[in-house]
């Protein structure tokens, strides 16, 4: 079965507040999209690498200095949308025909390991529904009017991440339910929860965060260059 990825790239980064798109901001010498793409390209598993940029960026690749590996899976761009959710949509609509699972990831999320896609992509292929996550690590409060009212127990609750890889099949049908509906998930499993679809969790690295603020910069910078004077 043919495995692509979707690199949702084509949000507008206003945490960042940069002067262009967030996933085309550079650190450690590449577009953080870059950095994703080369992460998920490092896994054999997956043939294929679909980045979704904005509309004004489509022609962004021809200047990314990608490894051989990486540029043999690329495949031609996508223009996203409004919502992230309308990204991932026309992700998914661009797909080829061949293609049976997708792994839908966050170009934001740059430190992911290829050994944790190759784990949440194997638990798709059995399931139909995957994704990495992370137990809740800090005691969490319920605060109303700058007050706790509430602590929540954690030890069921876990922190959503990405890649979450989906049967290709699923993940259309969830998605047309939910645009049906009116619905708008901040996540794609999500999408397929609402079907009563069973998802599997696959524990990840805690360190596999989405880069939001200008501070994840730094952090992110020098966790690339070391793993790169360490490889
Ligand atoms: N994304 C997308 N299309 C959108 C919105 C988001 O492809 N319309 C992508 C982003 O590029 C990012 C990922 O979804 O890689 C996760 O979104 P987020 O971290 O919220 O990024 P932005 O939406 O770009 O940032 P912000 O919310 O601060 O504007
Ligand atoms: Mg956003």
Known sequence: MRVAALVLAAGRGERMGAAGPKALVSIAGHPLAVHAIEALAACDAIHLVVPVLPAASLDAPTTWALSARARAKLAPSVAGGAERQDSM??????????????????????????????????????????????????????????????????????????????????LREALEKARAAGFQATDDAQLVERLGAPVEIVEGDPGNVKITWPADLAFAAATLREREEAS
Request: proline share 6%.
């Open 89 to 170: 949509q026309a992700g998914l609509a661009a797909l080829p025909a061949d293609v049976g699972l997708v792994a839908v990831h966050d170009a934001a999320r740059v430190l992911v390991q290829p050994g944790d896609v190759a784990r949440v992509i194997a638990a798709a292929a059995r399931s139909g529904a995957a994704l990495l996550a992370a137990p809740v690590r800090d005691t969490l409060k319920r605060v109303r009017e700058g007050r706790v009212v509430a602590t929540e127990p954690r030890e069921s609750l876990w922190a959503a991440q990405t890649p979450q890889v989906f049967r290709v099949a699923l």
